[in-house]
């Protein structure tokens, strides 16, 4: 069975500054990853899928990289609506979500 | 523009069963590129995959709630549905339906219910 795991768990950044997420899978999941955002009260919003591919209306601060085992969620300059808890979710024989890293102002 | 509005008891009794309806509007719940799934998040903790069903009715579900959970479709109404039985105090959670693509191989949820909170409580 894959297991997810994210880090952080917790970044403090500064808004107008560079974020970098990361996601791991137990086994190789290739490209099949997805990130979401939620924030609080609200349901996760869908971010990139297939690894890289930004889902449609996502700004292009946003980007996705990685493949097999390693993933990464960059947002290139925080923005004050950025701040939220960030998921990957894997799919191989079904889906499961990593266990988020929560994005907060430093 | 896709909606989907989840529906159902607030409250349930321990060892009863917990169902839910997801209502589809501004599109065809009998798409074939689309899975119809229900994810669930207890308070403050991550999500949770339960299932999904496609509009012929095929199932496939999270192997840890398999023995609990079915998932039904009612095309004819662009609803689908979730029953949860011999539900604990484990089992409160927002639940959220979602549209999940087929033939994508990442099976991402695209859209989203606005989620229910179901608390299990006697």
């Known amino acids: 069975e894959i297991v997810m795991t994210q880090s952080p768990a917790t970044l403090s950044v500064s808004p107008g500054e560079r974020a970098t997420l990361s996601c791991r899978a137990s086994q190789s999941v290739s490209s099949n990853l997805a990130w979401y955002q939620q924030k609080p009260g609200q349901a996760p919003r869908l971010l990139i899928y297939?690894?890289?591919t930004r889902a449609t209306g996502i700004p292009a601060r946003f980007s996705g990289s990685g493949s097999g085992t390693e993933f990464t969620l960059t947002i290139s300059s925080l923005q004050s609506e950025d701040f939220a808890v960030y998921y990957c979710?894997?799919?191989?024989?079904?889906?499961?979500f990593g266990p988020g890293t929560k994005v907060d102002i430093k | 523009q896709l909606q989907l509005q989840e529906s159902g008891p607030g409250l349930v009794k321990p060892s009863e069963t917990l169902s839910l309806t997801c209502t589809v509007s501004?599109?065809?719940?009998?798409?074939?590129?689309?899975?119809w799934g229900w994810i669930r998040q207890p308070p403050g903790k991550g999500l949770e995959w339960i299932g999904s069903i496609y509009y012929s009715g095929s199932t496939y579900y999270n192997p840890s709630l398999k023995s609990r959970v079915t998932i039904s479709v009612d095309t004819s109404k662009n609803q689908f549905s979730l029953k949860l039985s011999s539900v604990t105090a484990a089992d409160t959670a927002v639940y959220y339906c979602a549209r999940q693509h087929r033939v994508a191989a990442t099976r991402e949820f695209d859209y989203w219910g606005q989620g229910t909170l179901v608390t299990v409580s006697s």
């Open positions: 501004g599109g065809s719940i009998s798409s074939s590129s689309y899975y």
């Open positions: 979710q894997q799919y191989n024989n079904w889906p499961l």
């Open positions: 297939g690894a890289s």
